[in-house]
């Protein structure tokens, strides 16, 4: 990553409002930035700071109240207006792979099925290639026969990235994912999304409560009421 | 590699007994389909046969036995009225005839025949007419007698069988004392053939003291001629009535079909709770996974996706459902039959229950048609679930 790197995602003053009763709970207040390709991004912030339902605007998978997002130079959402539903689907999958912190793996299907799921809707060209270079890199190879029942939390998480990551996404985004870890699989996790982040050019939005995960991001974004509260750049990254 | 059947079945798995049970009702329902189907066709197939092997469409017969003729012809029996024997003429003479055969039946009183005695059914027929006209029935032995007044007799199967005669064998007509020899034994027909002894018409009008009488006269109508015309003319014989065997089979049918409305609502109210146990259990499975079909959609899959991938499940359950209830209905047909037979007020010969492919293919489309139906809600609601449901429970 460097400064030059192009844009791929970028958001112009999001704002998100829900409404419970006749309540008004502004989860998103101004929010703009912009995230280049190759970037390692966290947010971090206190609960209920907004960082999930921000992270969710950014992914498609929800419409921020007013704002505008456009992703690889093509506007998704303005002011309202939001492209249709299976257009939304195009951009899920062309752009993203999301994880979460639980796994959602079928209990009945292999490792190797589970993470060849999206195949079963969608293919992107080239990707069948990539399943066994995938399946090591995540170091789930050797339990790939296994049904998730058979291995731990950690795998199962590996199991779920490898599965974000087999159509090829240009963004993974990641909602707490090692929320149900203990601190020894949680690094190990960091450690496999910094690789995949260093070595395969990865773009990764991260969104997290532990102040270690967070560090292995380039630029940590801290939320508070919605908003952002302050920005900073990792040193260990040169520019 | 994986498709999407792999997932649904793997998804059908993940609750076996769930899955179990809704195949089971899916099964009872297609069971209950299949045989009733099956016993719609049977009933119809064997009544038209044991008209058929009648050998005539329209039985003349004397006036004062209303429908019991039919009865006659079909079970045997008493109660006997006479017509004149020139009748015989005056109904040769109607263009629509093809042929004609007259009968007469005796009934007697054998104090020998089973434990306690019993009637032995006696019907003259002419020699000339009438083995042409019934030219389906085979013989197990021998052949018709030619001579209208010969001493002889032709044996149905379970005649010769209760009095063990063979051909060759003297009969004596008890009552009457008079000593005939079987000159032929028929094959098993399946119908009231069976227990009758034939013998010629002239010899037995003679014996019973009825030169000039007969129970019933059969007339085959000529192919393309109106069987109704000739009945319109009939009606207008004195002292005669008229009953055609299509008639017959109507008042039968209409008997029985009290008995099938029943026998079909219990087969609908069957399929309704087949239909109620599908969509439940869809239904449930769908809202309990609806996280799981957030991550589908996250991954790319439209709602389309989604709603072949829980229409597939739908139809995973029917079609195997469809296919156990379909061999499990051929499996106890004959159990069916007996079960039915009691429950009817009059059954034919022959088996009740007649399941054949194109009959299962029929219940498998049906059975696959309830799963389509069914499956479409739940589908179409699994489909509409935005992949944010995926992380909104983590909110929570
Ligand atoms: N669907 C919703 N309906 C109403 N309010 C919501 C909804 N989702 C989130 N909120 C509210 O919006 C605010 C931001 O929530 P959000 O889940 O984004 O916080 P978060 O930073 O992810 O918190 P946590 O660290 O606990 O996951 C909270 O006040 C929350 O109650
Ligand atoms: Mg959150």
Redesign the interface.
């Given at each position: 990553m460097s400064q030059t790197s192009p844009i791929v995602l970028e958001a112009h003053d999001l704002v998100k409002i829900f409404h419970r009763g006749s309540e008004d709970i502004p989860a998103i207040n101004h929010v703009s930035l912009s995230i280049r390709e190759g970037e390692f991004v966290a947010f971090v912030g206190p609960s209920g700071s907004g960082k999930?339902t921000l992270i969710?605007i950014l992914?498609c998978?929800?419409n921020p109240t007013s704002g505008k997002l456009s992703l690889d130079g093509r506007v998704v959402v303005d002011e309202g207006r939001v492209l249709s539903?299976?257009a939304l689907?195009?951009v899920?999958?062309d752009i993203?792979g999301?994880i979460?912190?639980?796994f959602?793996l079928?209990?009945?299907?292999t490792v190797q099925?589970n993470v060849?799921?999206?195949?079963?809707?969608?293919r992107k060209p080239g990707a069948d290639a990539e399943v066994g270079r995938i399946l090591k890199l995540l170091g789930i190879d050797h339990r790939k026969d296994h049904l998730p029942g058979e291995i731990s939390g950690g795998e199962m998480q590996r199991v779920a990235i490898a599965?974000?990551l087999i159509?090829r996404p240009r963004i993974l985004l990641a909602?707490?994912p090692t929320g149900n870890l203990d601190t020894r699989r949680s690094e190990e996790i960091g450690e496999l999304l910094k690789g995949l982040n260093r070595r395969e050019g990865l773009t990764i939005i991260l969104v997290t409560h532990n102040p270690a995960l967070a560090n292995i991001a380039d630029r940590i974004i801290e939320l508070r009421d919605g908003a952002i509260y302050k920005e900073s750049w990792s040193s260990n990254r040169e520019a | 590699?994986?498709?999407?059947f792999?997932?649904a079945y793997?998804?059908l798995?993940?609750k076996k007994a769930r899955s179990a049970l809704t195949i089971v009702g899916i099964a009872l329902a297609a069971w209950v389909l299949v045989s009733l189907l099956g016993f719609n066709r049977g009933y119809e197939m064997s009544l038209n046969r044991d008209i058929d092997n009648l050998g005539f469409q329209i039985l003349v017969t004397a006036k004062g036995c209303p429908y019991e003729a039919a009865t006659l012809m079909l079970k045997g029996g008493t109660g006997l009225r006479y017509m004149k024997a020139d009748v015989v003429a005056q109904i040769s003479k109607e263009p629509e005839v093809d042929e004609i055969t007259p009968m007469l039946m005796q009934a007697v009183f054998d104090p020998n025949k089973g434990e306690s005695g019993g009637y032995s059914a006696y019907l003259g027929v002419d020699p000339a007419t009438f083995p042409k006209m019934k030219s389906f029935l085979e013989f197990k032995q021998g052949k018709w007698f030619t001579d209208p007044e010969a001493l002889e007799a032709v044996m149905g199967y379970e005649a010769a069988e209760l009095e063990q005669r063979e051909v060759g064998d003297p009969l004596l007509i008890t009552e009457k004392n008079v000593e005939v020899k079987v000159v032929g034994i028929l094959k098993r027909t399946g119908t009231q053939d069976d227990g009758t002894i034939f013998l010629p018409l002239k010899m037995v009008q003679k014996t019973f003291d009825k030169t000039d009488d007969l129970t019933g006269i059969g007339i085959k109508v000529k192919k393309e001629a109106s069987i109704s015309k000739l009945e319109d003319k009939l009606y207008q014989l004195p002292d005669v009535q008229v009953v055609s065997m299509s008639q017959v089979k109507q008042t039968i049918m209409t008997l029985v079909s009290t008995a099938k409305v029943m026998v079909f609502s219990i087969a609908l109210i069957a399929i309704l709770i087949s239909v109620v146990g599908v969509v439940n259990t869809i239904l449930m499975s769908v809202m309990e996974r609806l996280?799981?079909i957030g991550?589908?959609?996250?991954?790319?899959?439209?709602?389309w996706?989604i709603f072949k991938l829980i229409w597939l499940e739908t139809l995973i359950l029917c079609i195997s459902g469809g296919v156990i209830g379909a061999f499990f209905a051929l499996g106890t047909a004959r159990l069916t039959d007996v079960l039915i037979r009691r429950l009817l007020p009059y059954a034919p010969s022959g088996g009740l229950v007649q399941i054949n492919p194109s009959l299962v293919l029929l219940t498998f489309g049906i059975v696959i048609l309830i799963g389509l139906l069914s499956g479409v809600y739940p589908s179409w609601k699994a489909g509409r679930v935005?992949?944010?449901e995926?992380?909104r429970s983590?909110?929570e």
């Open positions: 999930t969710n992914g998978l929800d539903e299976s689907t195009k899920r999958r993203f999301y979460f912190q639980k959602y079928i209990p009945t299907l099925e060849l799921l999206p195949f079963t809707f969608y599965r974000a159509n909602d707490e | 590699m994986i498709n999407i792999q997932v793997k998804n798995l993940r996280q799981e991550i589908l959609k996250s991954m790319g899959a439209t709602a996706d935005r992949p944010l995926a992380i983590q909110v």
